[in-house]
């Protein structure tokens, strides 16, 4: 086990899991293309080392997402 903690391998595995969990909201807000990406992020950013802005930027990255242009042109067509 102390072979494992002197290898650099491992401590950058660890450091590239650390920055994915950490940027796993915006990561979620982009996939998704939610609809105020700008606030994920900064929640992400500001909020995250405290956890709660951790799950607050998760929770908006599961709001709602972009209205596409074709679908918001087809609604207003109907009426």
Do not use: E, H
């Not at 899991?17 to 909201?25: A, E, K, Q, S, T």
């Amino acid at each position: 086990m102390d072979g494992l903690s002197n290898s650099y391998a491992f401590w950058i595995l660890v450091f590239v899991v650390l920055v994915v969990v950490y940027l796993l909201p915006t990561l979620v807000g982009l996939i998704r293309g939610v609809d105020r990406m700008a606030l994920v992020v900064l929640v992400n950013l500001i909020g995250a080392p405290t956890g709660v802005g951790w799950v607050a930027a998760m929770i908006l990255a599961f709001g709602p997402r972009r209205a596409s242009r074709q679908g918001s042109v087809a609604s207003s067509a109907s009426w």
